[in-house]
């Protein structure tokens, strides 16, 4: 006897289609091999058998994006938490990709910070020597160091930056 597949009726072994359901059944040879291959259903836990479902995560308000992003204006603590938040460290997916979108915000704002102080140094600056016949110098050190007379001193915790131009 061969069992159907569909409706789990037993049929003749000569039969190519199910007396049952009318759906076809596998060759004799090609029953053995598939039955063989298909791994035995497991029992259903009791109970609900649909498929667990997450709880529907509800979109950030206007006040929770923008808690976040004064959250991200504080210097460590806020890229500390726009790296947290998008690599997955929250199960909200809105935080999670306004995180990912703040951090790639921070990239561009820094790789462009960098583009502008690399021309300034290159283009401006010796184009302003050039023009007025300025030697601009930085000293660095401490205020004793920098103070000849020559220069305005700038203190800045505990050490000067001082600003020497000459005509």
């Given at each position: 006897?061969?069992?159907?597949?569909?409706c789990g009726g037993r049929n003749p072994d000569d039969s190519r289609f199910c007396i049952f359901c009318g759906s076809e059944l596998p060759v004799a040879g090609e029953y053995s091999e598939t039955r063989a291959a298909c791994p035995t259903p497991q029992s259903a836990p009791r109970g609900d058998s649909r498929p667990q479902q997450s709880p529907a995560v509800k979109p950030l308000s206007m006040w929770a994006y923008f808690g976040c992003l004064l959250l991200f204006c504080i210097p460590?603590?806020?890229?500390g938490f726009v790296i947290v938040w998008s690599c997955g460290g929250t199960r909200?997916?809105?935080l999670r990709a306004?995180?990912?979108g703040a951090l790639l915000f921070?990239?561009?704002v820094c790789l462009l910070t960098a583009l502008a102080w690399d021309m300034t140094m290159k283009y401006v600056v010796p184009e302003i020597e050039r023009?007025?016949?300025?030697?601009v110098q930085w000293y660095y050190g401490t205020a004793d160091a920098a103070d000849e007379g020559k220069t305005d001193i700038i203190f800045k915790g505990g050490k000067s930056c001082a600003v020497h131009i000459q005509a």
């Open positions: 006897m061969i069992k159907c597949g569909k460590l603590v806020g890229f909200n997916p809105h306004f995180a990912r921070i990239i561009f023009h007025f016949d300025y030697d």
